[in-house]
């Protein structure tokens, strides 16, 4: 059973750091593409930054600069370091890994960016 566990999230204030990260269990986690996406109220989940097999990132122009997607094979974990946040960061962060043409997704963590 395929599972992707978040967590790192919280409260921060505006410019403040978070590092959130998602344990994987149950697939072939060094082949698997991952992704963490975003999701804030009454929006539609967007896609935040990505990572392939091979170590490539790619981000949303939102997040370019402040985010860093990364990896670690041997812990089966995808972390997200989240500088220099914004109010408008606020949202639900979302787990997603790709394997084999079939998606799996955590269960999500709350970021609230607020004064």
């Known amino acids: 059973q395929v599972q992707l566990v978040e967590s790192g999230g919280g409260l921060v204030q505006p410019g403040g750091s978070l590092r959130l990260s998602c344990a994987a269990s149950g697939i072939i986690f060094s082949i698997s593409a991952l992704r963490w996406y975003r999701q804030a109220p009454g929006k539609e989940r967007e896609l935040v930054a990505d990572i392939t097999s091979g170590g490539r990132t790619n981000y949303a122009d939102s997040v370019t600069g402040r985010f860093t997607i990364s990896r670690d094979n041997a812990k089966n974990t995808v972390y997200l370091q989240m500088n220099s946040l914004k109010p408008e960061d606020t949202a639900v962060y979302y787990c997603?890994?790709?394997?084999?043409?079939?998606?799996?997704w955590g269960q999500g963590t709350q970021v609230t960016v607020s004064s």
């Open positions: 997603n890994a790709e394997v084999y043409d079939r998606r799996y």
